[in-house]
């Protein structure tokens, strides 16, 4: 399938730092990053540990700030936000996987879902978001009693419950085996397919990149480089 | 219903035991709130109804014999309303199958209605009129020898036996509190009022067209003050000298004082129990909300606001503030109907109307969700402070460094576990001294407890075995010649008789004053001695008055000042003489002289008005009934008696308080010990999952964390104990009034037991911990952050 026709990027980040303050240390988790995103795409963000892959999607997020630099969202700044905006941002636009699926553990997987659209605006229904990721079934299981690529499942249809225009994807294959993860990343792919939800996704794992239509390496808080994949491959024709 | 509130229910359910022993904590402090303040407004209020219904009086007197005409001189004094005249007269009784003296006061009823101080019949009818055989009994009396209208009784009316017929069984807000003249707490088997139609009581009292002692209401606006005054102008010349209000009447001083006290119960107590119990709920919820650090972290990148994270935390926390306040308020009503049910063994209020108002629920409930408040918001706010991104890291690890005992070099003396130990106090010794102050706070608060039984046992120990320790106290129906004594000592049965003489007098020093009875003693008596603080002898002096140290304070006196003495009887001298020395009584206040100076003093030859007698106890019936042949004697008591008496009523009412105390304080120290433990698991149950998988025992991994709790506890308990002998040194203080001093006396025992109340409920704690920590998933703790 071939690059949307890309037009204005729904990301745009310019010269991003983010310095940790750690006491007597300083760790300079990004030093500069330059990089788009645009809508429907999916980029797969790939580097070794410590590569700022994680700061620089909670920053996308919302989740962090930035030291200096600029991040705009369809033109708005979110490095300038104040916190009830980027709350409010978080709330209407981003949705978030995480590598341990952070869901609930007192809720089934339809109130976990449920905690979400609650607050949205115009949700899809919390079923309707678990018959997206395959888990029609399970849907009054609590989280003690799905395995983790259920979780992870619910935890996706969590996030895309709320019809993001955005969604980040924390190593959401991280804590699973081969295969489960490949049902995981059936999920997502479906979702950034069918939902046009721009999608950037973290992993180590270098065979996931070909499920992406750009790659973006990153090294010690820079982009290295960006590979655009000419022949993106469903996740079930992965191999790893 | 709403995600998050399902959220919220299942949360608290899953904290089911937690939750439950913080509501605790709280329900116990509030439990005391609610018994004391709900009894004394049950009492105060039923106080105020039978004083409205039963017309008691605003005034009284009492005097020596004056003519009915005075009755209308009283009523002209301008603010006098109405007047009641009537003939009160001591009697001795006696009935079929009961042996031992009865004393009491037998009351005239006047020819028409009463106006005041109606009687309340719990069962029979009144007196018909010139019926000259018909009483009736007090309730206390009647309730304590389960007698019936229908009985008959032979009472002693000045030296004349008669025999009388019960037709009912009253009780009259004169005589809400039933005091024997001379003892110490109310004992209904020995001490009865009567009353009886006027006619008859005249004629054998001598009294007939005459009366001896008088009552009144007044205007609404007059002057109390200078009403009495004029009743005293006009009484004078009849032995009337005592006019007094209702301030000074026997029964409502008695009341007052009690409620005083109750009152001081239902804000010291409850102000201790509440603001530990807050401090403790701070302490633990504050805690419990930082385990929800990644939970309050994943709501904010859902995009929940700040404020929705802080009301659903704060709804949790006012959950189960509400199941504490449930608690709490059904608790203080059930101890509260106990205690009330108490007092009315003692005082006798014909019903007691208990309810606990919407106030006491009011302030409960906001004092209970102000504290649930108090220990959340701050520590919510904190965590949603964080940015959601490093919340949902697991937290960063702590800065640790080697403790200080390592620093000095003792490193070697140390296992790595107890190093982890130290360490962990070390580096957040706040947390560690909160934790350890909430520990001592439960201690002391069971020290208060206990105090209470020790500090009475003291009581009875000092002043009915060291100080009063004649077998029988003789009281005559007037001064009678010393030589009076000599027929007690005749008495079979009796070895030893020592004199004594009450007047009633009036102590002035500098403005103050108090009117008490003077009593004088031999110097050598051995059979009531006065003693001071250390139960060491005070000597008599030849001239001079000894006061208890209470009175003394009252006064505003010291040995050495000269006080002012003023007889209310015979001669009505008024002298000055100095104070040289101090007694130290738990119960009432004196005066004390020498009863020589004592009789010079009136101008009287060798006169007494009582004898303490040292007895065969055997024999003791065979004495009552030679006793009740003499026409000078106008009661008797037993010491051995009182004391049960003190134990059945004052002495219950403390312990049962005390009982109540010791229970919720150890509901207390479980509820902070066991949070404290529980919480110390869910904060580090990763740490420790890791310990196991790196091959520590589930035996040092309880250790590193079991260590740490008892080692707080350790050092808690010393410190509980500073604490709680501060408590309980602050109630006795504020538990002083004119009628008892609590000593502040606490036992080794008492601080033994809090010690193993704590011990205790640290090891039960630590059980419960130790199993979780024996079950741990350490695959599912390591692979899932909280």
């Given at each position: 399938?071939?690059?949307?026709?890309?037009?204005?990027?729904?990301?745009?980040?310019?010269?991003?730092?983010?310095?940790?303050d750690?006491?007597?240390?300083?760790?300079?988790?990004?030093?500069?990053?330059?990089?788009?995103?645009?809508?429907?795409?999916?980029?797969?963000?790939?580097?070794?540990?410590?590569?700022?892959?994680?700061?620089?999607?909670?920053?996308?997020?919302?989740?962090?700030?930035?030291?200096?630099?600029?991040?705009?969202?369809?033109?708005?700044?979110?490095?300038?936000?104040?916190?009830?905006?980027?709350?409010?941002?978080?709330?209407?636009?981003?949705?978030?996987?995480?590598?341990?699926?952070?869901?609930?553990?007192?809720?089934?997987?339809?109130?976990?879902?449920?905690?979400?659209?609650?607050?949205?605006?115009?949700?899809?229904?919390?079923?309707?978001?678990?018959?997206?990721?395959?888990?029609?079934?399970?849907?009054?299981?609590?989280?003690?009693?799905?395995?983790?690529?259920?979780?992870?499942?619910?935890?996706?249809?969590?996030?895309?419950?709320?019809?993001?225009?955005?969604?980040?994807?924390?190593?959401?294959?991280?804590?699973?085996?081969?295969?489960?993860?490949?049902?995981?990343l059936?999920?997502?792919?479906?979702?950034?397919?069918?939902?046009?939800?721009?999608?950037?996704?973290?992993?180590?794992?270098?065979?996931?990149?070909?499920?992406a239509?750009?790659?973006?390496?990153?090294?010690?808080?820079?982009?290295?480089?960006?590979?655009?994949?000419?022949?993106?491959?469903?996740?079930?024709?992965?191999?790893? | 219903?709403?995600?998050?509130?399902?959220?919220?229910?299942?949360?608290?359910?899953?904290?089911?035991?937690?939750?439950l022993?913080?509501?605790?904590?709280?329900?116990?402090?509030?439990?005391?709130?609610?018994?004391?303040?709900?009894?004394?407004?049950?009492?105060?209020?039923?106080?105020?109804?039978?004083?409205?219904?039963?017309?008691?009086?605003?005034?009284?007197?009492?005097?020596?014999?004056?003519?009915?005409?005075?009755?209308?001189?009283?009523?002209?004094?301008?603010?006098?309303?109405?007047?009641?005249?009537?003939?009160?007269?001591?009697?001795?009784?006696?009935?079929?199958?009961?042996?031992?003296?009865?004393?009491?006061?037998?009351?005239?009823?006047?020819?028409?209605?009463?106006?005041?101080?109606?009687?309340?019949?719990?069962?029979?009818?009144?007196?018909?009129?010139?019926?000259?055989?018909?009483?009736?009994?007090?309730?206390?009396?009647?309730?304590?020898?389960?007698?019936?209208?229908?009985?008959?009784?032979?009472?002693?009316?000045?030296?004349?036996?008669r025999?009388?017929?019960?037709?009912?069984?009253?009780?009259?807000?004169?005589?809400?509190?039933?005091?024997?003249?001379?003892?110490?707490?109310?004992?209904?088997?020995?001490?009865?009022?009567?009353?009886?139609?006027?006619?008859?009581?005249?004629?054998?009292?001598?009294?007939?067209?005459?009366?001896?002692?008088?009552?009144?209401?007044?205007?609404?606006?007059?002057?109390?003050?200078?009403?009495?005054?004029?009743?005293?102008?006009?009484?004078?010349?009849?032995?009337?000298?005592?006019?007094?209000?209702?301030?000074?009447?026997?029964?409502?001083?008695?009341?007052?004082?009690?409620?005083?006290?109750?009152?001081?119960?239902?804000?010291?107590?409850?102000?201790?129990?509440?603001?530990?119990?807050?401090?403790?709920?701070?302490?633990v919820?504050?805690?419990?909300?930082?385990?929800?650090?990644?939970q309050?972290?994943?709501?904010?990148?859902?995009?929940?606001?700040?404020?929705?994270?802080?009301?659903?935390?704060?709804?949790?926390?006012?959950?189960?503030?509400?199941?504490?306040?449930?608690?709490?308020?059904?608790g203080g009503?059930?101890?509260?109907?106990?205690?009330?049910?108490?007092?009315?063994?003692?005082?006798?209020?014909?019903?007691?109307?208990?309810?606990?108002?919407?106030?006491?629920?009011?302030?409960?409930?906001?004092?209970?969700?102000?504290?649930?408040?108090?220990?959340?918001?701050?520590?919510?706010l904190?965590?949603?402070?964080?940015?959601?991104?490093?919340?949902?890291?697991?937290a960063a690890?702590?800065?640790?460094?080697?403790s200080?005992?390592?620093?000095?070099?003792?490193?070697r003396?140390?296992?790595?576990?107890?190093?982890?130990?130290?360490?962990?106090?070390?580096?957040?010794?706040?947390?560690?001294?909160?934790?350890?102050?909430?520990?001592?706070?439960?201690?002391?608060?069971?020290?208060?407890?206990?105090?209470?039984?020790?500090?009475?046992?003291?009581?009875?120990?000092?002043?009915?075995?060291?100080?009063?320790?004649?077998?029988?106290?003789?009281?005559?129906?007037?001064?009678?010649?010393?030589?009076?004594?000599?027929?007690?000592?005749?008495?079979?049965?009796v070895?030893?008789?020592?004199?004594?003489?009450?007047?009633?007098?009036?102590?002035?020093?500098?403005?103050?004053?108090?009117?008490?009875?003077?009593?004088?003693?031999?110097?050598?008596?051995?059979?009531?001695?006065?003693?001071?603080?250390?139960?060491?002898?005070?000597?008599?002096?030849?001239?001079?008055?000894?006061?208890?140290?209470?009175?003394?304070?009252?006064?505003?006196?010291?040995?050495?000042?000269?006080?002012?003495?003023?007889?209310?009887?015979g001669?009505?001298?008024?002298?000055?003489?100095?104070?040289?020395?101090?007694?130290?009584?738990?119960?009432?206040?004196?005066?004390?002289?020498r009863?020589?100076?004592?009789?010079?003093?009136?101008?009287?030859?060798?006169?007494?008005?009582?004898?303490?007698?040292?007895?065969?106890?055997?024999?003791e019936?065979?004495?009552?009934?030679?006793?009740?042949?003499?026409?000078?004697?106008?009661?008797?008591?037993a010491?051995?008696?009182?004391?049960?008496?003190?134990?059945?009523?004052?002495?219950?009412?403390?312990?049962?308080?005390?009982?109540?105390?010791?229970?919720?304080?150890?509901?207390?120290?479980?509820?902070?010990?066991?949070?404290?433990?529980?919480?110390?698991?869910?904060?580090?149950?990763?740490?420790?999952?890791?310990?196991?998988?790196?091959?520590?025992?589930?035996?040092?991994?309880?250790?590193?964390?079991l260590?740490?709790?008892?080692?707080l506890?350790?050092?808690?308990?010393?410190?509980?104990?500073?604490?709680?002998?501060?408590?309980?040194?602050?109630?006795?203080?504020?538990?002083?009034?004119?009628?008892?001093?609590?000593?502040?006396?606490?036992?080794?025992?008492?601080?033994?037991?809090?010690?193993?109340?704590?011990?205790?409920?640290?090891?039960?704690?630590?059980?419960?911990?130790?199993?979780?920590?024996?079950?741990?998933?350490?695959?599912?703790?390591?692979?899932?952050?909280?």
């Open positions: 399938m071939a690059t949307p026709a890309p037009a204005e990027p729904i990301f745009a980040a310019r010269g991003v730092t983010k310095v940790y750690m006491g007597e240390v300083q760790v300079h988790a990004l030093r500069g990053v330059e990089m788009d995103l645009y809508a429907g795409e999916m980029i797969v963000l790939l580097g070794p540990s410590g590569s700022g892959k994680s700061t620089l999607l909670n920053i996308l997020g919302g989740l962090d700030r930035a030291t200096a630099g600029h991040v705009s969202y369809c033109g708005w700044d979110i490095t300038r936000a104040r916190e009830k905006e980027l709350t409010a941002y978080r709330r209407k636009h981003v949705g978030f996987v995480f590598q341990f699926y952070n869901l609930i553990p007192s809720l089934t997987a339809k109130e976990n879902v449920a905690a979400v659209t609650e607050i949205a605006e115009k949700p899809m229904r919390p079923e309707e978001a678990l018959e997206l990721v395959g888990l029609g079934d399970r849907m009054n299981h609590f989280p003690a009693q799905l395995s983790g690529g259920q979780q992870q499942r619910v935890a996706i249809a969590r996030a895309i419950a709320k019809r993001p225009s955005v969604l980040l994807c924390d190593e959401p294959t991280g804590a699973l085996d081969s295969e489960t993860g490949i049902v995981v059936e999920a997502i792919d479906r979702v950034n397919r069918e939902l046009g939800a721009a999608t950037a996704l973290i992993t180590h794992n270098a065979d996931i990149r070909l499920m239509n750009r790659v973006i390496h990153m090294a010690n808080g820079l982009v290295g480089s960006v590979d655009v994949v000419e022949n993106r491959l469903k996740p079930g024709e992965l191999r790893w | 219903m709403r995600v998050l509130d399902r959220k919220l229910f299942r949360e608290l359910w899953g904290l089911k035991a937690q939750v022993a913080i509501a605790l904590v709280l329900a116990a402090g509030l439990a005391t709130y609610v018994m004391a303040a709900a009894t004394l407004d049950s009492l105060q209020r039923t106080q105020r109804r039978m004083y409205r219904e039963f017309r008691f009086p605003d005034m009284f007197s009492n005097l020596k014999r004056a003519p009915e005409s005075v009755a209308a001189r009283i009523a002209a004094i301008p603010g006098v309303r109405e007047v009641e005249t009537r003939v009160v007269a001591p009697v001795t009784m006696e009935f079929e199958g009961y042996r031992f003296p009865i004393n009491g006061q037998i009351v005239s009823l006047p020819a028409g209605a009463p106006k005041l101080n109606l009687p309340h019949l719990h069962s029979g009818r009144l007196p018909e009129a010139h019926r000259e055989r018909e009483v009736l009994i007090s309730d206390g009396f009647a309730d304590a020898h389960k007698m019936r209208p229908g009985a008959r009784l032979l009472v002693t009316v000045n030296g004349r036996q025999e009388v017929d019960v037709v009912g069984i009253a009780s009259t807000p004169e005589f809400i509190y039933q005091l024997a003249p001379g003892s110490i707490v109310p004992d209904f088997a020995t001490y009865a009022i009567l009353w009886m139609n006027r006619k008859p009581l005249e004629a054998a009292f001598n009294m007939t067209g005459a009366f001896n002692q008088v009552a009144g209401t007044l205007d609404p606006g007059a002057s109390l003050k200078s009403v009495l005054d004029a009743m005293n102008a006009l009484l004078e010349p009849y032995g009337g000298l005592d006019a007094h209000g209702r301030k000074d009447q026997v029964s409502h001083r008695y009341l007052s004082e009690e409620f005083r006290q109750l009152e001081q119960m239902a804000t010291m107590f409850p102000a201790i129990f509440l603001s530990v119990a807050a401090f403790l709920l701070n302490v919820l504050s805690r419990l909300m930082a385990t929800q650090r990644g309050i972290a994943i709501l904010k990148a859902f995009g929940y606001t700040n404020a929705a994270i802080v009301i659903h935390f704060l709804k949790l926390a006012v959950l189960i503030a509400a199941v504490g306040l449930a608690l709490g308020i059904a009503a059930w101890l509260g109907s106990g205690l009330a049910g108490l007092y009315r063994d003692v005082y006798r209020f014909p019903y007691l109307d208990f309810a606990i108002l919407p106030g006491v629920i009011g302030i409960s409930a906001a004092y209970c969700f102000l504290c649930a408040m108090a220990g959340t918001v701050f520590a919510v904190r965590a949603a402070r964080e940015s959601p991104a490093v919340a949902m890291q697991p690890p702590g800065l640790y460094r080697a200080l005992l390592e620093r000095l070099g003792l490193e003396m140390f296992s790595q576990p107890t190093r982890m130990i130290l360490r962990n106090i070390e580096r957040r010794p706040l947390k560690s001294f909160l934790s350890m102050i909430g520990v001592a706070m439960s201690t002391g608060i069971l020290i208060t407890g206990g105090f209470w039984s020790d500090a009475v046992d003291f009581m009875v120990f000092a002043q009915l075995r060291r100080a009063q320790i004649e077998d029988l106290a003789v009281t005559f129906t007037g001064p009678v010649p010393g030589r009076a004594l000599q027929s007690l000592t005749s008495l079979t049965g070895s030893h008789a020592e004199p004594t003489r009450w007047v009633p007098s009036r102590i002035r020093f500098e403005h103050r004053s108090y009117r008490t009875a003077l009593q004088g003693m031999t110097p050598d008596g051995s059979l009531r001695r006065l003693l001071d603080r250390d139960l060491r002898r005070v000597e008599l002096p030849v001239e001079g008055v000894i006061l208890t140290d209470y009175l003394a304070t009252m006064l505003g006196a010291k040995p050495g000042d000269i006080l002012t003495v003023e007889l209310l009887e001669n009505r001298a008024v002298r000055q003489l100095p104070l040289t020395g101090l007694v130290s009584e738990y119960v009432g206040v004196n005066a004390y002289m009863l020589d100076s004592l009789n010079r003093f009136m101008r009287e030859g060798d006169t007494v008005t009582g004898a303490f007698l040292s007895a065969d106890m055997e024999r019936v065979g004495i009552y009934s030679r006793l009740r042949e003499m026409p000078a004697v106008a009661g008797t008591s010491r051995m008696r009182a004391l049960r008496a003190f134990y059945d009523t004052l002495a219950a009412q403390m312990l049962m308080f005390a009982f109540f105390n010791t229970i919720l304080a150890a509901t207390i120290a479980v509820g902070v010990i066991y949070n404290t433990a529980r919480i110390t698991l869910s904060e580090r149950s990763r740490e420790l999952a890791s310990l196991r998988v790196l091959g520590y025992t589930r035996g040092e991994v309880s250790y590193i964390l260590g740490e709790l008892a080692l506890v350790f050092i808690a308990i010393p410190v509980g104990c500073g604490i709680g002998y501060s408590l309980a040194g602050a109630m006795a203080a504020s538990a002083r009034t004119e009628l008892f001093r609590v000593p502040m006396v606490v036992n080794v025992g008492t601080f033994a037991f809090a010690a193993l109340v704590v011990l205790i409920a640290t090891v039960v704690s630590a059980m419960v911990v130790r199993h979780r920590v024996d079950h741990f998933d350490l695959v599912e703790v390591l692979k899932a952050r909280e």
